[in-house]
């Protein structure tokens, strides 16, 4: 394994080295980014559809983008690193928050709330349990790990806040209760998985005939 990873290092240092590939070199962190989530998505596809040869080829493509993003790091003029220290470091933190794997140590309670005390060692900076879920995250994924979180906390909120709104604030209450009722549950995945259940049946109605494609509408043009 290790030679491979040599391997794929090497290739990917051509890739970005004068003689290389003109777009690899062009390419910068924030460029990268859309590439990163789309492959992650094809990552959460191949396991839902329990695709062994997808799983395997989407995580290469999820590990270029690891290898992709540390190669253009090293060219930073400031403060450059590489993909021994991006494995270094992960080795340190996955150590630090094992204590009971790797210092010998008795959970301290909870697993997951060990986890998180010894986050907030790490992380000093972090004024509330929900900091550090990212914006981006899809709207079910975010609700359900912000939920995580402040349970975790000791915090318990049971229903979504109320107040006067259209069909679209009621909507995101209806959903954001639904997550707060069901906590650990991966939304995000739970409604991926009923959609693609969902779309086959629509598809399997149109093959047998029913229903018409007179229908579409103005956000039908595709």
């Known amino acids: 394994m290790t030679a491979s990873l040599d391997r794929l290092v090497e290739v990917m240092d051509r890739l970005r080295s004068p003689g290389g590939c003109p777009w690899d070199a062009a390419q910068t962190h924030a460029t990268l980014v859309p590439y990163l989530l789309e492959e992650s998505h094809e990552l959460a596809e191949a396991v839902d559809a329990g ?18 993003h540390a190669r253009i790091a090293q060219d930073d003029p400031e403060h450059p690193f590489d993909l021994d220290d991006v494995a270094d470091a992960l080795v340190a933190k996955l150590v ?12 301290d309670g909870d697993l997951h709330a060990q986890w998180d005390r010894l986050k907030r060692i790490e992380k000093p900076e ?5 900091d550090g879920v990212p914006a981006s995250l899809p ?14 906390a000791g915090i318990d ?3 979504a806040p109320s107040g006067p709104g259209d ?7 209806a959903l954001l209760e639904l997550v707060l009722a069901h906590p650990g549950l991966d939304a995000e995945g739970a409604l991926r998985r009923a959609t693609r259940g969902w779309e086959d049946a629509v598809r399997s109605a149109e093959a047998a005939g029913v229903g018409t494609s007179a229908g579409k509408g103005p956000d039908d043009a595709g």
Do not use: N
Request: charged share 30%; hydrophobic share 45%; proline share 3%.
């Open 157 to 159: 909120p049971v229903a």
């Open 96 to 107: 630090s928050r094992h204590p009971h794997v790797f210092a010998g140590t008795a959970v």
């Open 51 to 68: 695709d062994r040869a997808g799983l395997r080829e989407e995580l290469g493509d999820v590990l270029l983008q690891v290898v992709f």
């Open 139 to 152: 709207a079910l994924a975010r609700a359900g790990k912000l939920a995580q979180r402040a349970r975790r």
């Open 126 to 130: 972090r004024a509330s349990a929900l």
């Open 167 to 173: 069909e679209d604030a009621e909507l995101g209450r």
